[in-house]
T-cell receptor, first 113, second 116 residues
Framework: KNQVEQSPQSLIILEGKNCTLQCNYTVSPFSNLRWYKQDTGRGPVSLTIMTFSENTKSNGRYTATLDADTKQSSLHITASQLSDSASYICVVILDNYGQNFVFGPGTRLSVLP | DGGITQSPKYLFRKEGQNVTLSCEQNLNHDAMYWYRQDPGQGLRLIYYSQIVNDFQKGDIAEGYSVSREKKESFPLTVTSAQKNPTAFYLC???????????????FGPGTRLTVL
């Protein structure tokens, strides 16, 4: 069964601190992996996309890494801000057309002042 | 201003009533999707459509119905057969094609449905 797991389930950090969220997957084949940010009560918004040949992709204070050998991805948030409080969802896409995909359950991040 | 819209934002329904959630996009995307999200849980796929006049069941289609008469519109009906319809419903659309961006789904703001 294709699965995408994320850890931790929830995380609380203080403003200004860094944090790393994990995404492990067992799906195969693999085309690319996306991280989405979902603010409470809103729809998810794409942060990064990584193909199997990419190891690192940055988007401002967000840096995603991918290890296709161990089937692990991480999302690192630097110098967190209150607006980073959200759920972060990992999605693995199985084909180049994006027609087959598996969503992870998400990690709920709370940044406190 | 291109995007995907959902209405209403909040919807209340009496038990036993059908209700239709609207989803409209002006991104010229071929594919559209409906998801359900429960508190603390991930997205679950209800229905999806790759092209006008065609749609497929997702993982939790029971108690739901859709139509795709126009490219821009993909309404979802929550029927009285859905036993636990209270949830946050998200609509998404995606451009077709084999490209790096072919997998990106653009989401609407969601509709929160509460059954009283």
């Amino acid at each position: 069964k294709n699965q995408v797991e994320q850890s931790p389930q929830s995380l609380i950090i203080l403003e200004g601190k860094n944090c790393t969220l994990q995404c492990n997957y067992t799906v195969s084949p693999f085309s690319n992996l996306r991280w989405y940010k979902q603010d409470t009560g809103r729809g998810p918004v794409s942060l990064t996309i990584m193909t199997f040949s990419e190891n690192t992709k940055s988007n401002g204070r967000y840096t995603a890494t991918l290890d296709a050998d161990t089937k692990q991805s991480s999302l690192h948030i630097t110098a967190s801000q209150l607006s980073d409080s959200a759920s972060y969802i990992c999605v693995v896409i199985l084909d180049n057309y994006g027609q087959n995909f598996v969503f992870g359950p998400g990690t709920r991040l709370s940044v406190l002042p | 201003d291109g995007g995907i819209t959902q209405s209403p934002k909040y919807l209340f329904r009496k038990e036993g009533q059908n209700v239709t959630l609207s989803c409209e996009q002006n991104l010229n995307h071929d594919a559209m999707y409906w998801y359900r999200q429960d508190p603390g849980q991930g997205l679950r796929l209800i229905y999806y459509s790759q092209i006008v006049n065609d749609f497929q069941k997702g993982d939790i289609a029971e108690g739901y119905s859709v139509s795709r008469e126009k490219k821009e519109s993909f309404p979802l009906t929550v029927t009285s057969a859905q036993k636990n319809p209270t949830a946050f419903y998200l609509c998404a659309s995606k451009r077709q094609g084999a490209s790096e961006r072919g997998g990106e789904q653009f989401f609407g703001p969601g509709t929160r449905l509460t059954v009283l």
